[in-house]
């Protein structure tokens, strides 16, 4: 994976993309303010990043498989991006059980030798975790090890963990992101920059990741890239089509994109090219093809010089895609 390293170097630097590691419904996300500042290292084959609110530590690992997709929004004109980062999925998927893993190697120094407990609610290769230095918690925890967070005696260390506010650790194979803000509670939203997400409604459906991510059979992502959406700013607020970030995704899509998705976007624009009616067109077949198709018109919908792109979306681009917890990007 030769291509891994600088586009890693590139994307860290750039405070406009976000990061995640997790499974559906379990999700540790890694973002920073673009004035926000950060202390960024390489050490061999590792990179990390440290803010005041979070951070992450990514290793290269020549097993890696790269997929970078689209995804269709419901709004009839706008679309997501994203960056799969993959293993093969392990034999052992189910966890489950709240774990002691001892003093945590963490990103700070101040934070080392603090305990990390896994929470049992990751999947496959992802871990959930909270670190805590706090002694009436980590007593909590140790009372329920081997236990589920869900069940019975789980539930009891929850007003522990919301009032001791820990730090969340999500661990994968090639890295971690670390959460240093406080858990939300039910009167207040998610925090901007770095935050978790732990839903026991989407934990539920017992997948690795949401069922409208083109992840190929039998591999799980073990991190995520979030490039910044030509369409909205770092809060998600519409802000005019970026023609310089909808070029970067594209490029990362020619290099990593699944030769399927490649090929629907190329039959749709040599069709259009072409002359071909959108009547004589050989629709796809598949859920993902049809997104995808969908997708490719409005990407050219943007594109000067295209007379009959409207007609095309007319006929195959009018309602909104409609939204299920199937089609959350993350939990």
């Not at 994968?172 to 998610?190: A, C, F, K, L």
């Not at 890239?225 to 909808?246: M, N």
Request: with cysteine.
């Amino acid at each position: 994976m030769d291509e891994m390293p600088q586009m890693l170097d590139t994307m860290i630097a750039d405070p406009r993309h976000g990061w995640s590691i997790g499974t559906f419904g379990a999700i540790g996300e890694f973002a920073r303010d673009d004035d926000e500042p950060a202390e960024i290292s390489r050490d061999g084959d590792t990179r990390t990043i440290v803010t005041a609110r979070g951070g992450m530590r990514v290793r290269l690992d020549p097993a890696i498989q790269i997929v970078a997709y689209d995804t269709l929004a419901s709004d009839g004109e706008t679309w997501g991006q994203s960056v799969a980062f993959c293993l093969p999925e392990p034999a052992q998927i189910e966890q489950g059980r709240v774990i002691a893993l001892g003093r945590d190697d963490a990103l700070r120094d101040s934070d080392r030798g603090a305990y990390l407990f896994d929470l049992g609610v990751g999947r496959g290769h992802v871990r959930f975790c909270v670190r805590t230095r706090d002694e009436p918690l980590i007593v909590a925890l140790e009372r329920v090890e081997g236990e589920n967070l869900f069940g019975e005696a789980g539930r009891a260390v929850m007003p522990e963990i919301l009032r001791a506010q820990p730090h969340r650790v999500l661990q994968s194979p090639i890295g971690r992101v670390e959460v240093y803000s406080r858990i939300p509670t039910g009167e207040t939203s998610s925090p901007e920059g770095p935050h978790t997400h732990l839903l026991p409604k989407l934990l539920a459906a017992r997948r690795t990741h949401a069922a409208n991510a083109p992840i190929p059979d039998g591999l799980q992502p073990v991190l995520m890239l979030h490039p910044r959406s030509p369409w909205r700013d770092g809060l998600g607020h519409r802000v005019p089509f970026d023609v310089e970030l909808d070029d970067l995704f594209e490029d990362l899509m020619a290099r990593f994109g699944l030769p399927q998705d490649l090929a629907v976007r190329l039959s749709v624009e040599e069709a259009i090219e072409q002359g071909v009616a959108p009547e004589r067109f050989a629709w796809p077949e598949t859920r993902r093809g049809r997104a995808e198709a969908r997708i490719t018109l409005r990407r050219l919908a943007r594109s000067a010089g295209v007379p009959a792109i409207e007609a095309w979306r007319q006929r195959y681009d009018r309602a909104p895609e409609p939204t299920t917890e199937d089609e959350l990007a993350h939990a």
